[in-house]
């Protein structure tokens, strides 16, 4: 049974690197390349459940039976489109971060808005 699933197995552990890069870095631009590596293991995950053995394409022919389901697809061609656009805003913020405070690590911003807070009181 678990041979069979080897895909899944491989999604998974592949899904498991991305979170541990989201929570292990302090690096902003790490963790969108985290983040990123989450989101396609989660879209391979959902066009592999998608698939039918022995089905082809939903178009009708006299000597085609089974048929794969076209929606798993649709929604992550949908979900490509959101994450690309996400991802875009997230750089955008952190280069607007970069020159904001010089740096894209979590633990030097919140020194320098420490030290800010402390001058200011």
Known sequence: MTGTHYVYWLLFALMMIGLYVVISHGNLLKKMIGLTLFQVSVFLFFISLGKVEGGSAPIISPEVETYSHPLPQVLILTAIVVGVATLAVGLALAVRIFEAYG?????????RDEDRQGAAS
Request: charged residues 65%.
């Open 103 to 111: 740096t894209v690590e979590e633990e030097d911003m919140r020194e």
